[in-house]
């Protein structure tokens, strides 16, 4: 899930390990049989999706292009594995559908390892804490990329 934002930050702990200006806000969640090869085609989907707007309000830039003016925005990668959760039964989800720890730890470095070699301003959450999220979400604008 990803959401375009004017600023986002991310806390453990009330210390700040992660924040940027406007851009996107990337909620990444490994699920059981994901790939290497699927978290390359998402990345290259977040950076070249055209969700910022133009002089005339239209979605005509990408995160990579803010402005038109080759200013780039920022990305947050925060790690969220209850993007998997199963609630068709039940009051309490079930995780199942996830990867498993190890694997969805695997999966999110190595996001996080490309986005840093493909675009400047990349920061990040801390995989399997506990922390807390602020963001103002621009439009508001929320996206589901499925690969």
Do not use: W
């Amino acid at each position: 899930m990803l959401q375009r934002v004017g600023q986002a930050k991310v806390e453990v702990s009330d210390r700040l390990i992660g924040q940027i200006g406007p851009g996107l806000l990337v909620l990444l969640c490994a699920e059981q049989g994901d790939s290497e090869s699927q978290a390359d085609k998402m990345l290259a989907k977040i950076l070249k999706l055209r969700i910022f707007s133009d002089d005339y309000g239209k979605m005509n830039h990408s995160v990579q292009d803010l402005d038109g003016r080759g200013r780039q925005g920022g990305l947050l990668v925060v790690s969220q594995f209850t993007l998997a959760a199963d609630t068709r039964s039940g009051n309490r989800p079930g995780f199942s559908g996830a990867a498993a720890p190890d694997r969805g730890r695997q999966l999110y470095d190595y996001f996080v390892e490309q986005a840093l070699r493909q675009h400047t301003l990349v920061q990040t959450g801390e995989f399997a804490a506990d922390m807390q999220v602020s963001l103002v979400n621009d439009g508001p604008v929320t996206l589901m990329l499925q690969t």
